[in-house]
């Protein structure tokens, strides 16, 4: 058994320590390296196709195709519309046909606007009477605020209204008997 002092262990376990921590700098650059190394190496499996895609770019690529653009579908719904509307004005034509055909005289549900020359000579027809305007407007009704704007005054006047009726009715009542007192049969 070799006896050493504590100088000489102290310097082997730096020494050691030393060693460890190379060793362990060593371990990490050498993972860099090979982390680096399989980052530069691509493994490409083509199916002949030069532009195969994968993963999100694949679904991305797809999302995009399988919608079409704003141009695209404006066109679409622009010629539904009109075809559409084509169809509804033949439909409305055939069920005028039918009834002219039938002798049926086909009526207008619209007024149509007002004409301000005469269809026949052609001549400038004037403008509403400003007397009619002024009857329509005096036949009007204006609106007047009362006093019964408000519910509760309405409610108010209603029982105000009943009270007075009641009072009266009480002094009927009271002058009535009065009356038959008085139209009581005396001989004297």
């Known amino acids: 058994m070799k006896v050493t002092n504590t100088r000489e262990r102290n310097n082997r376990d730096k020494n050691l320590v030393e060693t460890q921590d190379e060793?362990?700098?060593d371990l990490q650059d050498r993972i860099e390296k090979t982390q680096q190394d399989h980052q530069n190496e691509f493994h490409i499996i083509s199916s002949g196709d030069d532009d195969c895609l994968i993963g999100m770019k694949k679904w991305i690529m797809e999302c995009h195709q399988s919608r079409p653009r704003l141009e695209a579908l404006q066109n679409q719904i622009d010629d539904f519309v009109t075809?559409?509307?084509e169809k509804l004005e033949e439909e409305r034509k055939t069920k005028e046909a039918l009834a002219a055909e039938g002798g049926?005289?086909?009526?207008?549900?619209?007024?149509?606007?007002?004409?301000?020359?005469d269809s026949e000579s052609g001549i400038a027809v004037g403008s509403v009477a400003?007397?009619?305007?002024?009857?329509k407007l005096d036949?009007?009704?204006?609106?007047?605020v009362g006093l019964d704007f408000y519910c509760f005054k309405k409610?108010?006047?209603?029982?105000?209204?009943?009270m007075e009726l009641q009072g009266k009715f009480e002094e009927?009542?009271?002058?009535?008997?009065?009356?038959?007192?008085a139209r009581k049969f005396r001989p004297y």
Not at 156 to 162: F, L, P, T, Y
Not at 172 to 181: G, S, W
């Open 104 to 117: 049926w005289t086909v009526a207008a549900y619209h007024k149509g606007r007002k004409k301000t020359t």
């Open 172 to 181: 009927d009542k009271k002058r009535l008997q009065q009356l038959r007192a």
């Open 23 to 25: 060793e362990h700098v």
């Open 139 to 144: 036949k009007k009704k204006p609106k007047e």
């Open 83 to 85: 075809s559409y509307e």
């Open 155 to 162: 409610r108010e006047a209603q029982r105000n209204e009943i």
């Open 130 to 135: 400003q007397a009619a305007v002024e009857n």
